[in-house]
């Protein structure tokens, strides 16, 4: 049976006054209406000369037989707005914890602030949204990252020995530097940004200027050089090596001052203190130790992790230090009772990076399989003796392989990755109201659009870490290089060759696979998936069962270098594979 309707003569009370009520305008004639802009916002006409110059640009890559590869708007995160918003609502707010509520919308995106306005909202720091992704043309592993001192570019090191710099604004390549003869292991500015200390496989230490002018070069351990962190004042920095120990070196006069002995086995990584005159080092033999750098003495050792050390890392405020291990958990001490703080359990695989974010108390690891798990730890102390804390955020896909390293923005808006799958990537924070957001799915893998422009120089002068291009073998030869994943070896064409069609240079390794993989019509490019676990970063790319030297079969021959990095000479000595 229906209910009967209401009358729509029922009376509704009204909250609002009667004057704020609206009401059709008494005079039509008289009501405004636009007569100008009516259509909607169009893009700023292309100037003709720019467009002369990419028809220009594609009819020289159609001659070369190149594909022509699409323009597309260069994507750019700046924080400058944000910024001078922040320093404005800093003089004008009406009190001292005053910030603007964000809401989640498109409109809200202009307010967004930097992290170190929302002190007490750690999900403003989670960087989470896939921003670029940059490769240099020889592909290679990149083995460490981080942010220059004033947070405009990005150094990395890679296996070839390379550092590349990249703009932290646009995310383009600028400059590529042969730094190093054979792959770098580690670098780290000083506290005061003045200078650079780089170590590599062999074993050599090496300092550069900001403008990577290179200073001085010395061998300071027989074997790879792991890890190396400054002392608070710069005055020296300590190593650490696959030889099993610890050297506390003084920087000025490149002079090692003492030898820390204690571990059993390699040591992976050391950091020192932020303010404190104390050392931590992880090792192969499972075992984390805190040293004096005074006296030598181990202060104390940690056994909690069931397999190798691979990274650790001091929260800013000295208190916690966190540690990844291959037992895939990251484990926070707190030293001031030298304790376990939290058990961070996520990784389906070995963990290999871990960081932290410069304002808020997040923690991101990175692991072999690729994922990067973001840890908030700014919750309630824990009352069990071993709580497990769930990751606040995850990116399963962030890449294809390996991740050997990751650094913050001095900012903390900007997060940036190091991956054994050849490519940098860049992310930030998630905007309000992105409709776009992988946030809460848990991540999904980034689109396939490598950036290399800035690095296809049309001309035939060969520059270092450029490519030749075209039909041409790499230096001129027709040879295959065998690379050594243990019994999964495989057979790896000289890259950009032209009867190759995974070797031009639109082919990523890790991106996909060709049409004739493995079917035997062609050789291969990339190594077949593996079911086990992937190997160390010690051991993929070390010396095969017929007894060649590590780091030698990475890449083919290459030309000379003069000097310490200085300068490139195409006729000088070749100084075999690095």
Not at 64 to 88: C, E, I, Q, S, Y
Request: hydrophobic share 30%; net charge neutral.
């Amino acid at each position: 049976m229906a209910l009967p309707m209401p009358s729509m003569d029922t009376s509704i009370p009204m909250l609002l006054p009667s004057s704020s009520i609206p009401r059709p305008p008494s005079h039509p004639h008289l009501e405004w209406t636009p007569k100008r802009y009516l259509s909607d916002p169009q893009p700023p006409p292309m100037d003709d000369s720019r467009v002369l110059e990419q028809e220009m640009a594609a009819a020289r890559q159609l001659q070369d037989g190149k594909a022509v590869k699409k323009t597309r708007p260069r994507r750019t995160v700046d924080f400058n707005a944000g910024m001078g918003r922040w320093n404005l609502l800093r003089k004008h707010r009406p009190n001292s914890t005053y910030v603007p509520s964000m809401r989640p919308a498109p409109p809200f995106i202009i307010d967004l602030l930097p992290p170190i306005a929302y002190p007490g909202n750690s999900s403003t720091s989670l960087c989470t949204k896939f921003i670029h992704t940059s490769t240099n043309k020889i592909r290679c592993p990149v083995n460490v990252v981080t942010w220059t001192p004033e947070g405009r570019r990005v150094l990395t090191g890679s296996t070839s020995g390379e550092f590349t710099l990249w703009n932290g604004l646009t995310f383009n390549f600028e400059t590529i530097l042969q730094a190093h003869d054979s792959a770098v292991r580690a670098f780290q500015f000083t506290h005061s940004g003045a200078f650079l200390a780089s170590a590599d496989q062999n074993g050599i230490i090496k300092y550069f200027q900001p403008n990577m002018n290179n200073l001085t070069a010395w061998a300071g351990h027989r074997e790879a050089i792991r890890g190396l962190s400054f002392s608070p004042d710069d005055r020296r920095f300590a190593t650490a090596s696959d030889d099993s120990t610890i050297r506390i070196w003084s920087f000025e006069e490149s002079r090692e001052e003492s030898v820390l002995t204690g571990h059993g086995w390699d040591v992976k990584c050391v950091e020192w203190h932020p303010s404190k005159g104390l050392l931590v080092s992880g090792s192969k033999d499972n075992q984390i130790k805190f040293w004096d750098p005074r006296t030598g003495a181990v202060l104390s050792t940690l056994h909690q992790h069931k397999n190798t050390i691979q990274g650790l890392a001091w929260s800013p405020n000295g208190n916690l230090v966190a540690s990844a291990s291959r037992d895939q958990t990251v484990r926070v001490f707190d030293i001031r009772a030298m304790k376990e703080f939290r058990v961070l359990r996520g990784h389906k695989k070995e963990v290999c990076s871990v960081t932290w974010h410069p304002v808020h108390p997040i923690l991101v690891s990175g692991g072999s399989e690729g994922a990067v798990l973001h840890w908030d730890l700014g919750g309630p102390e824990p009352t069990t003796l071993q709580p497990v804390t769930q990751p606040r955020a995850t990116l399963s896909q962030a890449h294809d392989s390996n991740i050997w390293s990751m650094a913050f923005h001095p900012m903390g808006h900007l997060f940036v990755t190091a991956s054994n799958d050849h490519t940098t990537r860049f992310w930030s924070r998630e905007r309000p109201g992105d409709a776009t957001s992988v946030f809460s799915g848990g991540g999904e893998k980034p689109p396939e659009i490598i950036d290399m422009s800035g690095q296809d120089d049309e001309d035939d002068a060969m520059v270092p870490g450029f490519s030749y291009g075209g039909t041409n073998k790499w230096w001129g030869k027709d040879e295959d290089t065998v690379v050594g994943l243990g019994d999964n070896s495989y057979t790896q064409r000289a890259p950009f060759s032209g009867d190759d069609p995974m070797g031009s240079d639109d082919f990523i390794p890790g991106f996909g696979t060709a049409d004739n993989f493995g079917s035997g019509a062609g050789p291969s490019a990339v190594a077949p998936k593996q079911s086990g676990p992937l190997p160390g970063q010690e051991e993929m790319w070390t010396a095969d069962s017929r007894g060649e030297s590590r780091g030698e079969e990475w890449g083919n021959r290459r030309g000379g270098w003069t000097g310490r990095g200085r300068g490139y000479n195409p006729n000088g000595p070749r100084r075999g594979r690095y």
